[in-house]
């Protein structure tokens, strides 16, 4: 038997082996901020569970301003325009944010967490994708805290303890140049056809890239599958693959740009942000939510449980999911995980709705264990399919 | 690399072996130990253990070993070999044939312009050459669409299309390494063949491959290792399609999609050294007999 210990000794070893051979900045553990500083009712930072632990809004901002810095991880800032987002935050609490690696998948959040356990340098929150968000939870990473806003999230999108909750997402949906493609496709089964041939792509590989797994599951919906059983979805890219309308180039901006990926599924948000950026430039891209297979998912916002700068973690959280921060994610195209009730109550931002791609009904999300289930298959079957 | 150990076999270097030379080869060994021993060990002790998420508790387990050696894993492992042997072999022959031709041509300035190319070149890989194919002969590229080559059947998102990108490096960098054992078949060597008699062919069969082989199967090792330890290119190039083992522990190790596949990655990661070993294990023994021929 093997205790953790031993375990946290090698991992130890190869840190100094890396921080020595690599840079000569080694972060030494850090102690955790104490005091009494910012916590009324004897509550510390790290342990506060909502705004009310602390006192007031101005309070915990306070505590998070005399914390003085916030360190975020994975957040590209063309991505569901977080550059704004860290901006607007910066400007208005005076905290200067830290991002780290913005082009990080989730698997290398939860690395950076475990392996930065106590260092003035491990990230403070974490955007993750949803079954990143659970595992985590079930390792007992993040730490429960509840935003003010916290009835407003449907219960579907968070974790009954507030470990995490869903922040933005958006639709799969089919991104095509009307500058090269005559007819644009409107359907995942219209993306069989001929005319399409070499001409559809996803973004990355379903088996690592999130919005590529969210198309075959969409693709899954549509041909007869469902939450539970994804490989209809598999069979589909196998049969495009098959009669040469899919190429495996991972679409990105730069791919749309130069017309090599025409037709590509990905999230709505990402396709109405190239559809923006490349206006003018020679590509006319259009984007249709395929109502063959309407699937939506949305990535979730957690607080590392040992977080340096607790108190701006916990104010970064009510940042998000203020009136505020939820608009700008809406001007980056996502959807806000409040947009249903700021709709209602009005203060959603119209301009920015109104330019989303329109999608009827509202979405539905598989359970832990059906994704699960859906993961292990692809995982097994993507391979045979596509070779 | 040949040559030390020759050498101190031949004895020239016998006489300066004190008790305190390894004290010299401590920088080495500790760079060595530090870079390579350690994580090599982390892996390995990933590779075999299983820690519990909730209580922390680590167990040894062979799951994760049996597990790269199943299914897509397993598939993943077989099309890497695959696909580093062949780029290898065709790469090593048209590398042997290029150097030769270079190497006996009397002209000066298409030697060191044959041999500058193939430095600059067998170090041009990653995304940057994935989209130069992808610019040139992608689905849109430009000599794609002038030539007309995706009605001929052409396509570089494939099997054959990653072998040929991956040929862009592994020739010249086959010329780089075989040239100077070709410079090393003494000229007197063939002359004496021929006074005796011997044609072409049966130089090459009796004097020139044998005294080539331990170079030539050196450049296979190394072009095989280049093609197997690859990665970006092929991600950029073929995503998921291509099943490569370095693309499966790329997916299970940061991805977005999967999780708790961390020490199955370790485990493919310590099949690959395993191959790796396996390789060199054929090579070390053939190199050794032969290398003296080439000093």
């Not at chain 1, 056809?193 to 797994?213: D, Q, R």
Request: with cysteine.
């Amino acid at each position: 038997m093997l205790r953790s210990s031993a375990r946290r000794g090698a991992a130890v070893l190869l840190s100094a082996a890396v921080l020595t051979t690599l840079s000569a900045c080694g972060a030494a553990p850090d102690q955790k901020s104490g005091g009494a500083d910012g916590a009324k009712n004897g509550v510390q930072p790290g342990a506060a569970t909502s705004v009310a632990d602390f006192g007031s809004m101005e309070a915990l901002a306070a505590a998070a301003q005399k914390e003085g810095e916030l360190n975020v991880i994975a957040l590209p800032p063309d991505w569901a325009n977080y550059g704004e987002i860290i901006k607007a935050f910066e400007a208005k609490y005076k905290i200067k944010v830290n991002s780290e690696n913005p082009d990080a998948s989730s698997a290398d959040e939860i690395a950076a967490v475990k392996s930065r356990q106590g260092q003035k340098r491990a990230p403070d929150v974490l955007d993750l994708g949803i079954a990143f968000a659970r595992s985590g939870a079930a390792e007992n990473l993040f730490a429960p805290y509840k935003v003010t806003a916290w009835d407003k999230i449907p219960v579907t999108q968070k974790d009954a303890d507030a470990r995490w909750y869903n922040d933005y997402g958006g639709y799969v949906s089919i991104g095509c140049d009307a500058a090269r493609i005559p007819t644009c496709p409107k359907t995942f089964a219209d993306l069989l056809k001929p005319e399409y041939k070499g001409k559809v792509a996803l973004n990355g590989n379903p088996t690592k890239s999130g919005s590529a797994f969210g198309g075959v599951y969409a693709a899954a919906l549509a041909n007869k599958g469902s939450f539970a059983d994804i490989q209809p979805g598999i069979d589909f890219f196998g049969q495009l693959k098959k009669n040469g309308n899919f190429i495996p180039v991972e679409s990105t901006p730069a791919t749309v740009e130069k017309g090599e990926t025409p037709i590509s599924i990905d999230w709505d948000y990402l396709n109405a942000g190239y559809a923006q950026q490349f206006k003018g430039k020679g590509v006319d891209w259009k984007v249709t939510v395929p109502a063959d297979g309407v699937f939506a998912q949305y990535y979730s916002q957690a607080i590392n449980k040992d977080a340096p700068h607790p108190a701006a973690a916990r104010l970064w959280m009510e940042f998000l999911y203020s009136g505020e921060g939820q608009n700008l994610w809406l001007k980056g195209y996502a959807r806000p995980v409040l947009l249903p009730a700021m709709t209602e109550d009005g203060t959603a931002d119209k301009d920015a709705v109104a330019k989303l791609p329109q999608v009827q009904g509202t979405p539905a999300f598989p359970v832990s264990a059906e994704l699960d289930r859906a993961k292990a298959t692809l995982a097994e079957k993507w391979d045979k399919a596509l070779s | 690399m040949p040559t030390s150990d020759s050498r101190a076999a031949g004895g020239t270097r016998r006489r300066r072996r004190g008790p305190r030379t390894w004290l010299a080869a401590l920088p080495l060994l500790v760079f060595t130990g530090l870079c390579f021993g350690i994580p090599l060990g982390a892996m390995a002790f990933g590779a075999v253990t299983r820690t519990d998420p909730a209580g922390g508790a680590t167990r040894l387990t062979g799951e994760h070993l049996a597990r790269s050696l199943q299914g897509p894993y397993l598939g993943s492992l077989i099309g890497s070999v695959q696909l580093s042997a062949l780029t290898a072999l065709v790469g090593g022959v048209l590398g042997v044939v290029i150097a030769q031709a270079v190497v006996t041509s009397r002209s000066k300035g298409l030697r060191s312009a044959a041999l500058t190319a193939s430095g600059v070149l067998a170090n041009f890989g990653g995304v940057p050459l994935a989209f130069a194919f992808i610019a040139t002969v992608g689905i849109s590229g430009v000599v794609t669409q002038l030539a007309d080559l995706a009605d001929l059947g052409w396509n570089l998102y494939s099997f054959t299309g990653l072998t040929v990108v991956y040929l862009y490096f592994l020739i010249p960098l086959m010329v780089l390494v075989i040239a100077p054992a070709l410079d090393g078949l003494r000229p007197q060597w063939r002359e004496a063949a021929q006074s005796s008699g011997a044609t072409g062919w049966q130089f090459w069969r009796h004097v020139g491959l044998p005294v080539l082989a331990p170079s030539l199967l050196g450049g296979f090792v190394l072009l095989f290792g280049t093609a197997f330890a690859a990665h970006a290119t092929a991600a950029a190039l073929v995503g998921g399609s291509v099943p490569l083992v370095t693309l499966k522990i790329a997916d299970a190790l940061s991805g977005n999609v999967l999780t708790g596949q961390e020490n199955v990655a370790l485990a493919l990661g310590l099949d690959m050294i395993l191959i790796a070993g396996l390789v060199m294990a054929v090579y070390l023994p053939l190199q050794r007999r032969s290398a003296r021929w080439l000093r």
